[in-house]
């Protein structure tokens, strides 16, 4: 098991975003916007609450319609999502 799967690094990752959230500088160095899907059967919706919860001024959206791969299931829908988010 490795990367974004192991739940050890997993913990880090979480603990390195509240450390950063409860410091001085809360903020992430760039704006972000998380991009989850509603029926992705690998990432469930409570993740990506969590992790928005976790990071001040991120932008969570939402694909009604689409998967894990909404990039490659449904990309019109994908761009039409982060297109305004990348030219603001």
Do not use: K
Request: net charge negative; no cysteine; glycine share 6%.
């Amino acid at each position: 098991m490795g990367g974004a799967r192991d739940p050890a690094r997993m913990q880090e990752f979480v603990d390195a975003l509240r450390r950063r959230r409860d410091g001085a500088n809360p903020g992430f160095p760039l704006p972000l916007q998380l991009v989850y899907a509603r029926q992705d059967p690998m990432v469930p919706p409570q993740v990506g609450h969590a992790l928005a919860a976790l990071i001040p001024d991120t932008e969570e959206v939402w694909l009604e319609r689409s998967s894990h791969f909404a990039h490659v299931d449904t990309p019109e829908l994908f761009v039409d999502t982060v297109r305004p988010f990348l030219t603001a």
